[in-house]
């Protein structure tokens, strides 16, 4: 039976006695920044040593920085307009890549400051509005495209589809993203296993339906990037998985409405993190890659952890 655990100020349910010390008692969970729209897409910067991450309706990406020798951290305007910026990522040689809803691009901002559409288009059709990106350690880009940012103005501009919703991959040095999945309503979020035999995909699905189907999937990964077997994994509740990270164990831990819920590699629950806000999307970082990162609707929190982000 799942059990809490008194962590001062963060509230822990182990449901897995494997969760246990995941989450220090010490470690309290800081809200970092608030009076934010509706936030998304966090990257740790390390050579930077900051976080960035969206204002999404505002059409700003913002920038976390820690306070030295006792002050207080900042949050500050990074990019704006951000196109409505959503998933970030880095490639291989460190540079930020976004997804962007208004642009219904992936674009990469240079060393110099400049920004660079990769991908805009399939087949000759434009993308809808691509949400998640990940990097794998060959180099080749993934990136996930539902509906959603074409469904209001709120967050990009409500514009017709031209394609249905996809998971694509932009090989090493091409321009031409593949389509990898397409059988997904609403893919969304994405991450690797640490040794990358392993895709993880979020579905949230059709959100105009009153109890749409929502899940996570996973494929075993190909040395040349094929997916296949893909199989239901797990199922979050309340609410849905729409971001993820993957520590160095193996364990996924996923947003949810009541917060952070982590599984092990065979799917099973080990335990939840509960967040006073809907967790939208969350990133390992910090020096050690033990510091959680987690963006809560309105509000940028953060929770260091016994275990590390997988190296990507």
Not at 271 to 291: C, D, H, I, Q, W
Request: aromatic share 10%; hydrophobic share 40%; proline share 6%.
């Amino acid at each position: 039976m799942p059990h809490f655990v008194d962590a001062d100020a963060t509230d822990v349910e182990v449901h897995d006695d494997r969760f246990i010390g995941a989450v220090l008692g010490n470690a309290w969970l800081e809200r970092l920044a608030t009076g934010f729209r509706w936030v998304e897409g966090p990257v740790w910067m390390g050579d930077w040593d900051c976080l960035l991450f969206q204002d999404l309706p505002a059409n700003r990406t913002m920038r976390w920085t820690d306070g030295l020798f006792g002050a207080e951290g900042r949050a500050e305007i990074f990019r704006a307009p951000s196109h409505y910026a959503n998933g970030q990522a880095r490639d291989r040689e460190g540079r930020l890549l976004a997804c962007s809803q208004g642009l219904r691009a992936v674009t990469r901002t240079e060393r110099d400051g400049s920004v660079t559409t990769i991908a805009d288009s399939h087949d000759g059709l434009r993308l809808n509005a691509p949400n998640d990106i990940v990097v794998s350690r060959d180099g080749a880009i993934w990136f996930t495209d539902p509906l959603y940012g074409l469904l209001s103005d709120y967050e990009g501009g409500r514009r017709p589809s031209e394609q249905r919703p996809a998971v694509y991959r932009i090989p090493p040095g091409s321009d031409r993203p593949e389509r990898m999945v397409d059988d997904l309503v609403g893919p969304n979020g994405l991450a690797f296993s640490p040794d990358e035999r392993r895709f993880y995909v979020s579905e949230t699905g059709d959100e105009s339906l009153p109890d749409p189907d929502r899940f996570i999937r996973v494929y075993d990964v190909a040395e040349d990037g094929a997916l296949s077997n893909g199989r239901e994994f797990a199922r979050i509740a309340p609410g849905c998985c729409d971001g993820m990270a993957i520590d160095e164990n193996g364990w996924l831990w996923s947003s949810a409405e009541d917060g952070v819920h982590v599984f092990a590699p065979d799917g099973t629950l080990l335990g939840k993190v509960f967040v006073p806000e809907r967790v939208s999307n969350l990133a390992f970082g910090g020096r050690l890659l033990n510091r959680l990162f987690i963006t809560g609707a309105t509000s940028l929190y953060a929770l260091t952890v016994n275990v590390r982000g997988a190296a990507g």
